[in-house]
């Protein structure tokens, strides 16, 4: 289990609350399947780093995700 | 002025931005057509990465970013890939795993390989022809 000290933790659930946010609002997936897997993923991106990890780190995967967003099905531009 | 004198006079990233915000350097019609190819390709791929036995979806992350331009944000699968629950094409387990916490993995169904089957087909039909289109264009 990878440890977050304050700053990165709440830089964590800020980019859940925004994921449920543009999943609830998309509504073609299940919110809390894709969190599940979201937290799964940054857990294993993240394994390897012995005690808490910086915030520097934890941009960098979430960066790699990208945002939440940018995951759904945008309307089409004219 | 002319386009020569302005480009001596203006800083580079204000010349960029002339440029950028131009007719000449408008690009909104092709990156539309991007994520919109990107978009179906992205759900035949995960389907693909599929095909030989259940995966984790961090390995299917991994896999398609081998991909050059498949995708933007690794985290685009996990909604399609929960659409696909829903829709019946893919199924999920959670297994022990000796790493860490417990993992999540995704397998094809018997209704998913059916419709990737169709897909691979369908897929194959329209490379094919927009090669010979390509070709005969030549």
């Known amino acids: 289990m990878i440890e977050l000290t304050l700053g990165p933790q709440q830089r964590l659930e800020s980019h859940f609350a925004e994921l449920r946010r543009v999943l609830v609002d998309?509504?073609?997936?299940?919110?809390?399947?894709?969190?599940?897997?979201?937290?799964?993923?940054?857990?294993?991106?993240?394994?390897?780093?012995?005690?808490?990890?910086?915030?520097?780190?934890?941009?960098?995967?979430?960066?790699?995700?990208?945002?939440?967003?940018?995951?759904?099905?945008?309307?089409?531009?004219p | 002025m002319t386009c020569k004198s302005t480009r001596f006079f203006l800083r580079p990233i204000d010349y960029y931005l002339l440029l950028r915000h131009s007719r000449c350097m408008d690009d909104g019609p092709l990156t539309n057509w991007i994520v919109q190819v990107r978009k179906g390709l992205l759900e035949l791929c995960i389907l693909n990465a599929l095909l030989p036995g259940r995966q984790y979806g961090y390995d299917i992350v991994k896999q398609l970013r081998e991909i050059d331009g498949l995708m933007i944000g690794g985290g685009t699968i996990y909604p399609i890939l929960s659409r696909f629950r829903t829709q019946g094409l893919v199924e999920a387990t959670i297994e022990e795993s000796p790493e860490g916490p417990a993992r999540k993995y995704y397998r094809l169904t018997t209704l998913g390989q059916k419709c990737l089957i169709d897909m691979n087909r369908a897929w194959d039909r329209i490379h094919s022809g927009v090669l010979k289109l390509r070709r005969d264009a030549t």
């Not at chain 1, 809390?32 to 915030?55: F, K, M, W």
């Open chain 1, 26 to 77: 998309d509504g073609k997936a299940h919110p809390g399947d894709v969190e599940r897997d979201i937290r799964d993923h940054i857990q294993t991106a993240l394994a390897d780093v012995a005690g808490p990890v910086d915030e520097s780190r934890l941009d960098q995967v979430l960066r790699s995700l990208g945002a939440p967003a940018e995951w759904i099905d945008s309307p089409e531009r």
